[in-house]
C-alpha cells in the first residue's frame, strides 16, 4: 500500500493598488463595490505582535487586500473585470488606470483599527 504526501493547502495574499487616471465624482465609489464583489477589501486581519490579538486594520487608502487560492493570472482577470465593469479600459492611445498587484507571505505594518464595518468581507 503507498501514500500520498498531502501538503496544507495555504490561500495566497494579494496587495492591491490601483489609481484611475481620468476619473470623475463618484468613480472610486463604484470601483470600491465592484472589487468588493469579487473579494478586495480595504482591511486586513492581522495580529498584534505585542498583545496577539487579532483585529481588523484600515489599509492606506487606495489600497485592497485579497486572499484566495486564485492565481496571479485569475485574480488580476477579477481587477480587470473590476475595472471594466465600471467603465475604464486602458487603449494604445489612452489609460484609464494604472494598478499593481503583490503577491507575498508576511506583513509588517503600523496600521489603524478598523471601526468603519462595512469595509470588511
Known amino acids: 500500500m503507498s501514500?500520498?504526501?498531502l501538503k496544507p493547502i495555504t490561500m495566497a495574499k494579494f496587495a492591491l493598488r490601483p489609481e484611475?487616471?481620468?476619473h470623475?465624482?463618484?468613480d472610486y465609489?463604484?470601483?470600491?463595490?465592484?472589487l468588493k464583489k469579487r473579494g478586495f477589501y480595504r482591511v486586513i486581519w492581522l495580529a498584534d505582535t505585542a498583545t496577539k490579538k487579532q483585529a481588523w486594520y484600515d489599509l492606506p487608502t487606495g489600497t485592497y487586500f485579497h486572499e484566495s487560492d486564485s492565481t496571479f493570472d485569475q485574480v488580476s482577470a477579477k481587477v480587470i473585470s473590476?475595472?471594466?465593469e465600471i467603465g475604464k479600459a486602458n487603449?494604445?492611445?489612452k489609460r484609464d488606470f494604472e494598478v499593481v498587484i503583490f503577491r507575498y507571505?508576511?506583513?509588517r505594518s503600523n496600521l489603524k483599527l478598523n471601526t468603519d464595518v462595512s469595509k470588511r468581507p
Open 3 to 5: 501514500f500520498s504526501i
Open 20 to 22: 484611475l487616471n481620468y
Open 24 to 26: 470623475k465624482e463618484g
Open 29 to 34: 465609489e463604484l470601483l470600491h463595490e465592484a
Open 82 to 84: 473590476a475595472l471594466t
Open 91 to 93: 487603449t494604445l492611445y
Open 105 to 107: 507571505d508576511d506583513v
